[in-house]
């Protein structure tokens, strides 16, 4: 069976995958059916679910037309229970005033097996990985069923230990991404620049594996950097995120918007190092947060989404990476071609300012 | 008196200034010579050094060829005297273990009247700012000099104050970058990755304005990455710090080479946020070091020579940016054309792929 490869699209442009809302069908549909790359994101989400994420996805494109679906791989077990019982104390206030308990800190592993075994059966062109890397054995079972697997690293020691497991790509993401740091261990989770973590992972993997660059790529002009410093693709998160096919509550839509804010990474929220805008959790919470996931993201859960549900942007996590004021709210298809369009033009301006006679 | 602009340069590649060492009018002279801009660090140096460092970096130039020298401008008074005090406390042992004394923490301007008396006296090409921006009459006196005015901008904020003041061109430093943090407030030194930074300064301050883009830069493919997110110019320090006309010293040169040794930011050498290469001194006194620059650098100044005199590399700073593992012991004129042919072949590699029909 032939495994994709990133040149068989007609933009070199892939739609993140954003787990807890925003990612859709209706979004991956627009950004591959226009010849992007479009992803669902299967994290948190029952193997049903998913299932019926793809068939909602297949629905809406022509055979053949490629996508991807991600999912996290299993956090590692080294928790203190006492540190997340520490930290639910002082989040007791925020729940009372929420009206709503905390959730029960367990552990899980966001049913690893039943997602791989789902992404065989399905035949699904891409998976890729968040949080750590396929064994050598799960990879070959993937390319046997057509799959093409990417990981996501933040190192270059996490290139190298993908490339040697067997990834057909490395998608490599910067300090500047939005949302989860996508690396191995949360307790080193990578704090390069995109540009410079694309050079060092360049020199480390070879020629060969193609990257897919993320971290902070909003406009064309980014994404004809990336390509410049070797990318296969550029993979955009928040810029999709105030596409009409995106599921983004209300509340962030308008917080990305607004551009006033900055963003920094915190555990406050889940437990597992992640950017977002600076709001009133992030900055109550973030020194008390320990590397606990999915432990405190179970444990918050009913605190953000009953912020969610009644519009209060300070009280959940709003995800964005460092350039999100440059987000614009427009068509995901419309966007995809303007990033083209964008990105030609650009490499066209360099090219012709180096190639000037002094 | 016409000023100088960046696409005067047969190569859009700068020789970023470091100051305490390594830059010298023979690495500026290489770099101009072969059609890149060179520069010359007037920080930490009495005037007469500067005169005498411009008198040799003109010998060694043909008349006309443009060249840089780069000044801090002045520190804030916001320090607290006990908060140094108390950190030279921690201190003690590590000047008594070196057999030397702390030095005196005083406060100066780096003598910047002086240095802007100089720079209009000797109507140097390029005037480079570091730690703020020039009032809007120093910038008036240095343009009647024939003296064009860069601003070194941590955030789109920096980046307008600058543009406010009349800079002719920015120098938009990414958090990757080696050395001080060269934004005008030390409490809030800037986080952004440089792909991200330049998207913002961008839209921030238009299209009309020229950016130079620094940080984590040390490959071709870095610079034809940066020219494609419409900077004019690329500027890179480590990746000339192990040239033989640098006087990088030989434990920092052999830091370079290893490469093992991740980078971090850090207040324990200077008071001022900088990266370097992670080692002993910079473990043990990060969590303890007050912002308090020029204090601090003066406090820790007789420990740093004694160790940088013995070659003990755990004992002095040791800047570095993000992809220091990259950077090449050869000649900088040769450095120039290498990295000019590698940009030019990664904007065509990057050319036919967005023009390849899927």
Redesign the interface.
């Known amino acids: 069976m032939t495994l994709f490869t990133l040149?068989?699209?007609?933009?070199?442009i892939v739609q993140a995958p954003m787990g807890g809302g925003p990612s859709t069908p209706a979004l991956a549909a627009a950004v591959s059916g226009v010849?992007g790359l479009g992803f669902l994101a299967a994290g948190y989400k029952a193997r049903e679910a998913v299932r019926a994420d793809l068939a909602e996805l297949r629905s809406r494109l022509p055979d053949g037309v490629p996508f991807g679906v991600n999912v996290f791989a299993p956090p590692g077990h080294g928790t203190d229970a006492e540190h997340v019982a520490a930290y639910a104390e002082t989040l007791s206030r925020e729940a009372s005033d929420s009206g709503v308990g905390l959730g029960p800190p367990g552990w899980d592993d966001d049913r690893y097996a039943q997602k791989l075994d789902l992404l065989c059966q399905e035949h699904v062109p891409v998976a890729s990985f968040t949080f750590g890397c396929p064994s050598r054995e799960d990879v070959e079972r993937l390319h046997r069923a057509g799959v093409a697997v990417w990981v996501t690293v933040t190192t270059p020691e996490e290139a190298g230990a993908a490339s040697a497991a067997g990834a057909d790509a490395l998608v490599v993401q910067?300090?500047?991404a939005g949302g989860h740091r996508g690396g191995f261990d949360d307790g080193a989770p990578g704090d390069?620049?995109?540009?410079?973590?694309?050079?060092?992972v360049?020199?480390s993997v070879g020629d060969a594996l193609p990257l897919v660059a993320t971290?902070?790529?909003?406009?064309g002009?980014?994404v004809?950097?990336?390509?410049?410093?070797?990318a296969?693709a550029a993979q955009l998160g928040t810029a999709f995120m105030r596409c009409p096919e995106a599921a983004t509550a209300r509340a962030h839509r308008d917080a990305l918007a607004g551009g006033e804010a900055p963003t920094a990474l915190t555990r406050a929220f889940t437990g597992r190092t992640a950017r977002g805008i600076v709001n009133r959790f992030l900055r109550e919470h973030s020194a008390d947060a320990p590397s606990a996931y999915p432990e405190v993201h179970h444990l918050t859960a009913p605190i953000r989404t009953a912020a969610r549900q009644r519009g209060d942007a300070d009280g959940f996590h709003l995800w964005a990476?460092?350039?999100y004021?440059?987000a614009e709210a427009m068509p995901a298809a419309e966007l995809v071609d303007q990033l083209?369009h964008e990105?030609?033009a650009?490499?066209?301006?360099?090219?012709q300012?180096?190639?000037?006679?002094?």
């Open positions: 040149d068989a699209l007609a933009h070199p010849g910067g300090v500047e390069v620049g995109l540009l410079a973590l694309l050079q060092l360049r020199a971290g902070g790529v909003v406009t002009r980014a004809a950097a990336v390509l410049a410093a070797s296969a990476g460092q350039a004021q440059l083209a990105a030609r650009a490499l066209a301006a360099a090219t300012r180096l190639h000037r006679p002094a």
